[in-house]
T-cell receptor, first 113, second 115 residues
């Protein structure tokens, strides 16, 4: 059974810092990996999706990497802003799972002004 | 473009009552899924569908039924609500087309309390 772990569970940083969120998974036979953002009381917003054949994806100040062989992904946020405060979820797509996901428990990020 | 729409946003039930959580998407996606989110547990898959008429169970299917009569709609039914089903429910859809690349789109969620 696939298990997804996110470290740290919570992170507090001052505005302007660069930061890294970590995600690890136990089964390397994945279809893709997706990072989401969730604001309190809200739904999930897709940030980046990395296909299993890719090593990284970038969108603005966000960069996600994938090392399938070691079962790891990182989400790098450059020059953090208070508006980045949210919970970040890592989710792994199953190779034969018809678009279903296994989620980590998330990292709660607080960026203070 | 509405995306994935879930109704209702909030619901309070008494133990033993039944209800249907609605989910609709307007993106012509083949795949639809239901997840529940509980504190400290993350999101867990309840049921999913790969197309109209085809559904399958996820990690936590007990107490829930689904059907998919159209591409657009994927309702989740609670036949006899229990307090353990108090949770936030999310519906998601995706397409495996070359353009969409299986990006998952989520609804805003339904917050359910069972007393």
């Amino acid at each position: 059974k696939q298990e997804v772990t996110q470290i740290p569970a919570a992170l507090s940083v001052p505005e302007g810092e660069n930061l890294v969120l970590n995600c690890s998974f136990t089964d390397s036979a994945i279809y893709n990996l997706q990072w989401f953002r969730q604001d309190p009381g809200k739904g999930l917003t897709s940030l980046l999706l990395i296909q299993s054949s890719q090593r990284e994806q970038t969108s603005g100040r966000l960069n996600a990497s994938l090392d399938k062989s070691s079962g790891r992904s990182t989400l790098y946020i450059a020059a953090s802003q208070p508006g980045d405060s949210a919970t970040y979820l890592c989710a792994v797509g199953h190779l034969l799972g018809y678009s279903t996901l296994t989620f980590g428990k998330g990292t709660m990020l607080l960026v203070s002004p | 473009n509405a995306g994935v729409t879930q109704t209702p946003k909030f619901q309070v039930l008494k133990t033993g009552q039944s209800m249907t959580l609605q989910c609709a998407q307007d993106m012509n996606h083949e795949y639809m899924s239901w997840y529940r989110q509980d504190p400290g547990m993350g999101l867990r898959l309840i049921h999913y569908s790969v197309g109209a008429g085809i559904t399958d169970q996820g990690e936590v299917p007990n107490g829930y039924n689904v059907s998919r009569s159209t591409t657009e709609d994927f309702p989740l039914r609670l036949l006899s609500a229990a307090p353990s089903q108090t949770s936030v429910y999310f519906c998601a859809s995706s397409s495996d087309s070359q353009a969409e690349k299986n990006i998952q789109y989520f609804g805003a969620g339904t917050r359910l309390s069972v007393l």
